[in-house]
């Protein structure tokens, strides 16, 4: 098995012990996204929807890299500071994806990195 590391200027403070991504054959796993603004390396200002966007937003951007969209993420996993934003949630992530969306799963957190209040990771295939 061979794997390849995906790095991106939205992905992790310089010497964390993970990678953004990680490719295996056509699979790639993304960690999971904070809303961080990769121009200022801090978490977007703003409110649930601005956070949920920007957290999208990376994972295109790392999509993007690669020559992919959104369209080939197959799961997600959105981590949520606080489950009552989950009908918030959904409008913003649905205008996202469109065709067969991803399967996804869901959780409340106790917290999340930067006291962000969402984090998104995505397994996406490269077909």
């Known amino acids: 098995m061979q794997k390849e590391a995906i790095f991106t200027k ?3 403070v310089q010497g964390a012990p993970y990678s953004p991504a990680v ?5 790639i796993y ?4 904070v809303p961080l603004d990769p121009t200022t390396g ?4 703003g409110d649930f929807e601005a956070q ?4 999208l937003e990376n ?3 790392i999509l993007g890299q690669e020559g992919l969209t959104l369209d080939h993420i197959i799961k997600t996993t959105v981590f949520l500071a606080d489950l009552n934003d989950f009908a918030e949630l959904n409008r ?4 996202y994806f469109g065709g067969v969306r991803p399967a996804r799963s869901c959780v ?4 999340l990195p930067l006291d962000a209040r969402v984090e998104i990771e995505a397994i996406a295939l490269a077909k």
């Open 108 to 111: 409340q957190a106790a917290r």
């Open 23 to 27: 490719k295996v054959g056509d699979t």
């Open 30 to 33: 993304i960690s999971g996204q």
């Open 52 to 55: 949920v966007r920007q957290s």
């Open 92 to 95: 913003v992530y649905g205008g």
């Open 59 to 61: 994972l295109k951007g």
């Open 42 to 45: 801090k978490i977007v200002e």
């Open 10 to 12: 939205a992905g992790p």
